[in-house]
């Protein structure tokens, strides 16, 4: 299946399922930032799951090749899939993948795109930071990117990551981004914060009572949220 009828079938699956009063609520909540059909998530994923099964990925480029038409179309719920559609299959991406990603994020941008976007490149870099340790570095330059969704990739792609999270750049990367005043930007210092504080409670801890200083009161809310009080 080409990338256009791919995109042409997927439109197909959703389109019996638009609903117009919907779509204009989930506008609204987006700031009307952008057009909606109207199929919330659950019912989406239900919908175009058919048409996934009948379209194996079987190299990265025909995946980003799919993903690129769904970003193309007017209707958020098109990016949803896309980024659906990705997460299914990070697999088949490598570390030379992620420059598109990043590039990706910077088309039709807010939080809803770029944290299904950090996944994505979080679980590429993870599997192969396995047999190539540096290729985390490719995050160190999406920290000085001058979009600030890249930037909030960098400071949240080891989300979830556990024990496998490289603290040192994720206080590096906190500390780096604490100056700015970008709501997103503060928000994800924080999230990055508290979800390694579900593994590390103590480091954090100690991270946020060195650094209280130099955070924003969001960030320090944010990640302190399951901590005991910052001294």
């Not at 609204?28 to 659950?42: K, L, Q, S």
């Not at 979080?122 to 920290?143: F, N, S, Y």
Request: hydrophobic letters at 45%; aromatic letters at 10%; proline letters at 6%.
């Amino acid at each position: 299946m080409t990338p256009r009828a791919f995109g042409k079938e997927i439109k197909a699956a959703l389109a019996p399922h638009a609903d117009a009063e919907r779509a204009l609520a989930m506008s609204a909540y987006m700031r009307n930032h952008f057009a909606f059909i109207g199929v919330p998530t659950p019912q989406r994923r239900q919908a175009v799951l058919p048409v996934f099964k009948r379209l194996p990925m079987e190299s990265a480029d025909h995946l980003l090749a799919c993903v690129n038409v769904l970003w193309s179309m007017s209707e958020r719920e098109f990016q949803y899939v896309a980024t659906d559609l990705l997460a299914r299959n990070w697999k088949t991406l490598t570390v030379t993948d992620i420059p598109h990603l990043l590039a990706l994020a910077q088309r039709s941008a807010w939080w809803d795109s770029i944290d299904p976007l950090a996944g994505v490149v979080g679980d590429v870099l993870k599997a192969a930071r396995t047999h190539t340790p540096e290729v985390q570095a490719a995050m160190d330059a999406a920290l000085q990117h001058e979009s600030l969704w890249v930037r909030r990739i960098a400071m949240i792609h080891q989300v979830g990551w556990r024990d496998h999270t490289d603290e040192e750049r994720l206080f590096g990367y906190a500390r780096s981004l604490a100056a700015e005043g970008d709501f997103f930007i503060r928000k994800a210092i924080g999230w990055a914060l508290r979800d390694y504080a579900w593994h590390a409670p103590q480091q954090v801890s100690a991270f946020l009572s060195a650094s209280k200083d130099i955070m924003s009161p969001l960030t320090l809310r944010e990640a302190s949220k399951h901590l005991p009080p910052i001294r």
